[in-house]
């Protein structure tokens, strides 16, 4: 018996043990490869100067899509800021995603907007579009309203394809705060590559939680005062200035963050759109997207800019924190069953080979392994059968690991764009991740067990994402 | 920030490199011996003999670790495993991540402060310069330049030679030649091209840019030739634009054996640079014959946004049946804004096998030609299943003329298709 508990204990270390090897190794390799590609990045620029798109005749022509729903309070000011975008060729598609506020009635009031026949060319299937409206006033000539039955979010997306006419759209979430010179950003890329066809670009997201914002723009950038929101600084910087940056230097992105992203609409339309039975819509698309280039033969790219092109307000309290973190973790599930097919299949390239089989282990794998592994040790624990020192050793290796992966993180975004003027700041930051592991990372974990159980039961709604708004 | 961050490596480096045992002699002498001592209690579990004051920082740090291991538990089992044998791998790591987070802090806020102090010289500097081009742009005579203290500096050089550029790139006429002026007396030309010649690559790009514009143009620039075609995008482009600018008489002669990719933002920006400094046209016909079908593609291009006529059509018409997807539709594209006249039936004859955007490339040639025709509307119609294309068609007919307005309200009437009476219901009333 004695022999057995030895050799069942020894495999269950060895194999925590081989894990938190290969998972923090590809953390390692991924931030040696986005600091080299943040570098690069950042040198390749210092002589670009992205306003001669303005007035070039090879500018691509670009609809934004953006959603609304329920947004009464900022719907105004936010369509105003993506009306005053720096770009020539352009408009903004808002599609009220039936709306039960006003949101409709303060657009239509604020931009002289009246119903017309408007001819859809229905090449993705959606909800019932109402009406559809464009403003009488010139100034306002590049806006048109959609007006639909709620359909989600996904849905509105694919009723604002089909009422784009413009072989680029560039997807985003209304209620956050774009930098003006984000289209400029997003479509230099799509004029600089030749050798793949380049099919969606992304850029980073900011927390915009405690910023001073007037009329939708920013005015004052500053570190969230609470405490959630300023771990997610540092958890959106590691996501995107860490994660995406590396894996699109090696073409094995799996997602374009839903709140921005710039598209090849032939590719989306291709590919079949949003997919409407997912919460993890944006994750769904690009996957799709990059199977159906494959499975065409086109050579393509989906890259990441380091840009911080958006801001948004994140959850600030916990219940609202744990449903987001549930619903991204279904939506991982369902984008990673739907496409088990890429799973180290060669066939898809670097997104079968590299780009799957990490979401699929370190994403997906890596909670249900963190509450294994603390089972585990309780059990353990329980048994006597813990060697403290020998414990507290790898845990404070494990605590250093995470505090320097964070540690980077802040110093990539400080030396690339440096979102924040005050040293201040950037002590509350570093205080912040020093306390993450501890107070926030359990609750990660937990959320995202909580978030396999819902999918296991078959639960695929969004959930209720109240926001505070911003002051 | 990058002396900073090579004086972090060089640190830790230095930290690495020490002897053996320095760290116990040099930091704490005093307490040196009573380590010592506790070492040569656990000879027995080292298994080494008094070589233990040879030993470094970790490995002391993997002995102390080890007695506290086995003092806890005996149990040879823990001494099996292999995340015992990894201690001194997880010591190490540990000491280099102790060290990643402390130069970390270091760095960001060395940086922080770095970046602030040389913002506010920065600004000063730039202010006080602005001052003075703003005195001696609208006041001064041509030839009496200013003086600007500092200018020996590099960063004041720097500073002057970045608003000069700014300034070129929003001013034109004499203000211009003013610009042009200054930049001679005050001997700019030799620093920027130090620069180019000793620079590493973003710098040479940024300094090629400045070249490519007027008030830059004078003196020569050595190897800017050779640049054209350098193995580095961003130092190829930017020459590109330089040469250009230096050389207006010979504008695009790197283009002769070009083995390169231009992609669309080279080509903007050398379609740019040659408006912004106003070069005559050079010979675009003669591109057409380019091995490479990215020259091909901007020599058509330039052909259509020139409005350079062809001596033959066929010198154009050659082109639409290239293998390659996007010189024939950049082909299409200039014959119709060329309005090369007489290719309808070519265009027909092509259209079913053609890709939608070349086909409303042909659409847009009949309706500038006036020949759209409610019978073309129909055979067309016959021919094509995307609704896309016949969108398109229909939004043409309206915008050909008043008759052909009069055409799709005839269509509007006729038709039973609840989707064509969509279209042009949507084209009446969005008409502008």
Request: hydrophobic content about 40%.
């Amino acid at each position: 018996m004695g022999n057995f508990f030895e050799g069942f204990t020894t495999v269950i270390d060895n194999f925590i043990l081989f894990y938190s090897i290969a998972i923090t190794g590809s953390y390692l390799i991924l931030g040696v490869i986005s600091g080299y590609n943040l570098n690069r990045y950042m040198r390749r620029n210092r002589a670009t100067d992205y306003h001669k798109i303005i007035n070039s005749p090879l500018a691509p022509e670009i609809s934004v899509i953006a959603p609304c729903y329920n947004e009464s309070g900022s719907i105004v000011a936010n369509i105003r800021a993506l009306l005053n975008l720096h770009y020539n060729n352009y408009d903004v598609i808002i599609v009220n995603d039936g709306s039960t506020d006003d949101s409709l009635q303060r657009a239509i009031e604020a931009y002289e907007l009246e119903q017309v026949s408007f001819y859809i060319n229905e090449k993705l299937s959606t909800e019932q579009v109402r009406a559809v409206y464009r403003s009488t006033n010139k100034a306002y000539h590049n806006l048109t309203m959609v007006d639909k039955e709620n359909g989600g979010k996904s849905d509105a997306l694919n009723a604002g394809l089909n009422v784009s006419d413009n072989s680029y759209v560039v997807c985003l979430d209304v209620d956050s705060i774009i930098e003006h010179d984000a289209l400029l950003k997003l479509a230099q890329p799509f004029l600089d590559h030749h050798k793949k066809r380049l099919i969606a670009v992304g850029g980073v997201v900011h927390v915009a939680n405690s910023c001073k914002i007037e009329k939708g723009r920013l005015i004052e950038r500053r570190v969230p005062g609470k405490f959630f929101p300023r771990i997610q600084v540092i958890e959106y910087a590691r996501a995107f200035l860490i994660g995406r940056i590396s894996w699109s230097r090696m073409n094995g992105l799996l997602i374009i963050s839903g709140a921005i992203g710039m598209f090849d609409r032939e590719a989306v339309i291709g590919s079949g759109g949003y997919l409407t039975e997912t919460v993890g819509e944006d994750m769904e698309l690009v996957v799709r997207m990059r199977r159906y280039m494959y499975e065409k033969g086109v050579r393509h790219k989906v890259i990441y800019l380091p840009d911080p092109l958006l801001w948004t307000e994140v959850p600030d309290n916990r219940k609202i924190l744990g449903r987001q973190r549930n619903r991204w973790m279904r939506g991982t599930m369902d984008t990673l069953f739907v496409h088990k097919k890429l799973f180290f299949n060669p066939k898809y390239g670097s997104l079968g080979m590299l780009g799957y089989p990490y979401w699929f282990f370190f994403e997906w794998l890596a909670p249900i392994v963190e509450i294994f592994g603390f089972l585990y040790f309780l059990t353990m624990a329980m048994l006597g059968a813990i060697n403290w020192p020998l414990f507290f050793t790898i845990l404070l290796f494990i605590y250093l690991f995470a505090l320097a992966f964070s540690f980077f993180s802040i110093l990539y975004d400080e030396l690339t764009f440096h979102p924040y003027q005050s040293p201040r700041e950037n002590m509350r930051l570093f205080l912040s991740a020093m306390a993450e592991p501890f107070l926030y990372h359990p609750l990660v974990v937990y959320w995202s067990i909580r978030g396999n159980i819902s999918y296991l039961r078959g639960n695929r709604a969004w959930g209720s994402m109240k926001r505070a708004g911003f002051t | 920030m990058r002396r900073i961050l090579w004086l972090a490596i060089i640190f830790t480096l230095l930290i690495y490199a020490r002897p053996a045992n320095s760290w116990i002699y040099a930091s704490d002498k005093g307490k040196m011996t009573s380590d010592t001592a506790c070492m040569e209690d656990d000879l027995e579990f080292t298994g080494q003999t008094e070589d233990v004051r040879k030993m470094g920082l970790l490995e002391d740090m993997s002995d102390v670790v080890y007695r506290y291991i086995n003092r806890y538990s005996d149990n040879s089992s823990v001494k099996r495993s292999l995340f015992y044998r990894l201690v001194p791998f997880f010591l190490a790591l540990m000491v280099l991540f102790v060290l990643s987070i402390v130069s970390i802090m270091i760095v960001v806020f060395t940086v922080k402060k770095l970046r602030y102090n040389r913002s506010r010289k920065r600004s000063r500097i730039w202010n006080n310069y602005r001052d003075i081009l703003v005195e001696y742009l609208n006041h001064n005579n041509e030839h009496d330049v200013p003086g600007f203290p500092g200018l020996d500096h590099q960063l004041h050089k720097k500073i002057l030679i970045r608003q000069l550029y700014e300034l070129a790139n929003a001013i034109y006429g004499k203000k211009q030649l003013k610009l042009q002026e200054l930049y001679e007396r005050k001997n700019l030309h030799p620093y920027l091209t130090r620069k180019i010649r000793t620079g590493w690559w973003p710098i040479k790009a940024v300094y090629l840019k400045y070249l490519s514009i007027r008030p830059f143009r004078e003196g020569s620039v050595k190897d800017i030739a050779r640049l054209t075609k350098s193995r580095n995008h961003q130092v190829r482009l930017y020459s590109q634009l330089a040469f250009i600018s230096h050389h207006p008489d010979q504008a695009f002669a790197f283009l002769d054996g070009y083995d390169y990719t231009l992609s669309e933002w080279d080509q903007m920006n050398l379609y740019e640079a040659m408006i912004h400094n106003s070069i005559p046209i050079p010979d675009l016909y003669q591109y057409l014959h380019s091995d490479n079908v990215s020259v091909v593609i901007f020599a058509l291009r330039l052909i259509r946004w020139y409005y350079v006529k062809a001596r033959e059509p066929e010198e154009l018409l050659y082109f639409i049946h290239h293998p390659n997807h996007q010189v024939r539709l950049e082909a299409y594209k200039t014959i119709v804004d060329l309005n090369i006249r007489g290719v309808e039936d070519i265009f027909r004859y092509h259209y079913l096998k053609e890709s939608v955007a070349v086909k409303k490339v042909m659409i847009d040639y009949f309706e500038r030609n006036k020949k759209l025709s409610k019978e073309l509307y129909q055979e067309i119609l016959e021919l094509e299943g995307d609704k896309e294309m016949v969108f398109y068609l229909l939004q043409s007919l309206h915008n050909q003329s008043f008759n052909s307005q009069e055409e799709l309200h005839a269509i509007l009437e006729e038709t039973d298709d609840p989707a064509i009476q969509a279209m042009c219901r949507h084209i009446i009333e969005n008409a502008y």
